[in-house]
């Protein structure tokens, strides 16, 4: 098993940065990617942005400019680095992980989530 932990969210203004950060523990032999999803009150969760082990990035594409993400292998640590925040990038913030075991048995899972508000 593999538990992650967010943490970095709160209340920001609009105009704002905030960093994510996520940590993951347990029985971990090979974490493959990790990542960040968001869901807004309604919404569907959504990708914000992920990072593969060898540091290749993907964002959602209105993300891109103001979200930056990052890793530390060695700490088996994600973080997100959010710039310019808006009122619409309140939500719960996800962190997501892409374990592989030895066997080559791979896993997807989840943090607890942390929120992130935005005020105007």
């Known amino acids: 098993q593999v538990q992650l932990v967010e943490s970095g969210g709160g209340l920001v203004q609009a105009g704002g940065s905030l960093r994510l950060s996520c940590a993951a523990s347990?029985?971990?032999?090979?974490?493959?990617?990790m990542g960040w999803y968001r869901q807004a009150p309604g919404n569907q969760r959504e990708l914000v942005a992920s990072?593969?082990?060898?540091?290749?990035?993907n964002y959602a594409d209105s993300l891109k400019g103001r979200f930056t993400i990052s890793g530390d292998n060695a700490k088996n640590t994600v973080y997100l680095r959010m710039n310019s925040l808006k009122p619409e990038d309140t939500a719960v913030y996800y962190c997501?992980?892409?374990?592989?075991?030895?066997?080559?048995?791979?896993?997807?899972?989840w943090g607890q989530g942390t929120q992130v508000t935005v005020s105007s």
């Open positions: 997501n992980a892409d374990h592989v075991t030895r066997s080559g048995f791979g896993s997807r899972y």
């Open positions: 347990g029985s971990i032999f090979r974490l493959n990617a």
């Open positions: 990072i593969t082990r060898d540091g290749s990035t």
